[in-house]
């Protein structure tokens, strides 16, 4: 393609042509001293807590400690270029993100700086990071189920969109994969319902955050999904910021009456950066060192986690916190702190996981506050007496160690307890529909299974969802539309599943 | 100078400001703090030798100030409470407290050129007019600015030079 130059000198009139001149007049300060990503200002006598200053040379920082004589403020980039005796400006706003519909489907950073390469962002505004959760007469209770597509959670611990389900357990135990299955799943929801997807990474490895993204790529589930990522190698003022800007792209969706589902990967992470600020910024350190307010610093971002009411669009944001637990100690400071703030919280295990059980969810820690109403009817019909036959079969197993004589009962229960947990079992990123995870459920839950070898179970299900995609999709269509699980649908699952353990022992 | 000197040297500067009844007398006493401390300069490494004896120091002090025996006093109390490596800032504390009661603004102006003597004056009558108060100007020449001027005064930075212009429209062509 040929440049004409009259082109580019016409562009370049025209920007002339919309240059200002004009002085410009700042509220200034001196840099005493800066080191660690922290530097302390003289002078900003007028500076409000939380603003945000301009250092020169494109650094911004956060003014966070107002004291006598000096403001504290966290850099948000590297420090090497801020002198001391240099020059810092009041900018007169608090720290934002472009948000807008071009957002999804892209990597941005806590700032809102693309990393993917795409160019730069179409922002249709800026949200402030920092908002005040809705309140009281905003909100309406949590009623709408938000689908994982992982059968041990949406029977068990069952979220619904608004809800904040905390996602604990120690290292390589399946918390992050938990989280992107719920994403990636929401393909299989139909666009309506569709949750827009926000995935915060904080403090990972670049290389995990690639990963994730390219699998979401693959998956087909960036077309729906926003990744904010503050990674390792990034100052712990933008590890610091990240859930908070993460939160505020979800919520310019939720007031447009959207679903989000926001991740925040994960929030260990983030206390320890704002530990480290805080500390550096000579806050005085309490339990673990962490300053007194880190309560307050997760509560607050969580609690922006609603269901607005219609009169608001009926918007909601769903948080899937993760917290990395040290030896499964749920005891720490961090971890009592989001489950106390949280709705429920997704217990994996590092045992259940090393013995093959994925994902490792521990039945009796997991817990659902709110989810158990937003649960549908279907499901909870097939999966209600689920948890408690689940705890009573690993409480008889203990005893069946010993190698005591049982009752039949108990050897009837321990039968279908070894099968419900083989078939609770899932491969990663491969959600079910909620019409697939009822027909599994039901076929455990109702005896067919329990003439089937425990180490066939899975070969059984996949078979039998196989089958009905091919040949019995109206089974899968009735449960879909469903509201409840009647009679008439029972009969065609019941019909269903007999013809189909003809087929199964007849394939073996 | 870390933050606690600081804070300190604001203490004894306004406790030194107190002794004042009148805006006169707070201006006599700023001026008689900054001649103390010239004067006190060249001795300064002497003042902080541990070896010499407090009394000696006082003493000394005393002899060489005793024209201005209330500011003596001042710098021995600060010697007596280690205090003294604190008179530099101190000054400058006092300087300003009393520049606050007599409304008195400094301001460092800082232009591409030598400015006349009108033009300096018509400066400090913008910038008094501007902040409602007399403001007194220090003016500097830097040729890296180009044209126009930048003023600080009262925490804030001015910029009318052509130099940020020219960087205001380079980022407007670039972005």
């Keep these: ?508 | 100078m870390n933050s606690s000197s600081r804070i300190a040297a604001k203490r004894y500067a306004a406790a030194y400001d107190n002794l004042s009844k009148t805006t006169e007398d707070a201006i006599r006493r700023a001026a008689d703090l900054a001649v103390a401390a010239q004067a006190l300069a060249n001795v300064h490494t002497w003042l902080n030798a541990p070896e010499i004896s407090l009394a000696h120091k006082q003493e000394t002090v005393r002899a060489a100030l005793k024209k201005i025996p209330q500011t003596a006093s001042f710098v021995e109390v600060l010697l007596e409470a280690k205090r003294y490596n604190l008179l530099p800032q101190i000054v400058q504390e006092v300087q300003a407290l009393a520049d606050k009661r007599e409304n008195l603004l400094r301001a460092e102006v800082f232009a591409a050129q030598t400015l006349s003597a009108q033009e300096k004056t018509n400066i400090e009558a913008t910038l008094s007019a501007r902040y409602h108060a007399t403001v007194k100007a220090v003016f500097h020449t830097d040729k890296a600015l180009l044209g126009g001027l930048k003023i600080w005064c009262n925490g804030e930075l001015i910029d009318g030079s052509l130099q940020s212009e020219f960087a205001r429209l380079q980022e407007l062509l670039t972005k």
């Design chain 1, 1 to 508: 393609m040929a440049i004409r130059p009259e082109e580019i000198t016409s562009i370049i009139q025209e920007k002339i042509a919309q240059f200002k001149p004009s002085a410009d007049i700042s509220e200034v300060g001196t840099v005493i001293q800066v080191g660690d990503g922290i530097a302390r200002v003289h002078g900003l006598q007028n500076v409000k807590a939380s603003e945000l200053v301009d250092f020169g040379n494109g650094i911004k920082g956060m003014a966070m400690n107002l004291e006598y004589d000096n403001v504290g403020c966290v850099l948000m980039g590297p420090d090497t270029q801020i002198k001391e005796g240099g020059v810092v400006k009041r900018t007169g706003e608090v720290i934002s993100i472009p948000v807008g519909k071009d957002v999804i489907g892209r990597v941005v950073d806590p700032l809102g700086l693309p990393l993917d390469g795409k160019g730069p962002l179409k922002a249709e505004k800026n949200m402030p990071l920092d908002i005040v959760a809705p309140g009281i007469i905003d909100r309406q209770p949590v009623k709408q189920p938000l689908q994982t597509g992982i059968k041990a959670i949406d029977s068990m611990v069952p979220i619904g969109k608004g809800q904040r389900e905390l996602i604990i357990g120690d290292r390589q135990t399946g918390k992050t994969a938990i989280a992107i299955d719920a994403i990636i799943n929401q393909k299989n929801i139909p666009e309506k319902e569709r949750c827009i997807c926000i995935y915060v990474a904080i403090g990972q490895k670049q290389s995990t955050v690639a990963q994730v993204v390219k699998t979401l790529t693959d998956f087909g589930a960036m077309d729906y999904t926003v990744v904010v990522s503050a990674t390792a190698s990034d100052p712990a003022s933008l590890l610091y910021i990240a859930p908070y800007a993460g939160c505020a792209i979800g919520e310019y969706f939720m007031w447009q009456g959207k679903d989000v589902l926001i991740v925040y990967d994960d929030l260990s992470k983030h206390a320890q950066a704002y530990r480290q600020m805080s500390l550096l910024l000579r806050r005085p350190p309490g339990r673990e060192a962490y300053p007194g307010d880190v309560f307050y610093l997760h509560s607050r971002l969580l609690e922006r986690a609603c269901k607005l009411s219609n009169e608001n669009g009926g918007g909601s944001l769903t948080a899937l916190p993760i917290i990395e637990t040290q030896a499964n100690d749920v005891s720490a400071y961090i971890p009592t702190n989001v489950i106390s703030i949280t709705d429920g919280q997704i217990y994996l295990e590092s045992n259940l996981f090393l013995s093959g059980i994925k994902p490792a969810v521990n039945v009796g820690l997991s817990v659902s506050r709110v989810g158990g109403s937003a649960q549908r009817k279907t499901m909870r019909k097939v999966a209600g007496t689920l948890r408690i036959d689940l705890s009573q079969y690993q409480e008889l197993a203990g005893f069946a160690q010993f190698g005591s004589e049982l009752d039949k009962e108990s050897q009837r229960q321990i039968a279908r307890g070894q099968r419900m947990t083989e078939l609770l079992k899932q491969n990663q990123y491969a959600p079910l529909t909620v019409a697939e995870e009822v027909l599994v459920l039901y076929a455990g839950t109702h005896g067919y299974l329990d003439d089937i070898a425990v180490a066939e179970v899975l070969s059984y299900e996949k078979q039998l969802l196989a089958f009905t995609r091919a040949e019995h999709k109206e089974v899968l269509d009735a449960l879909n539309a469903a509201a409840e699980l009647t009679a008439e649908v029972e009969q065609k699952i019941n019909e269903l599943l007999d013809g189909f353990k003809t087929v199964f022992k007849a394939g073996k």
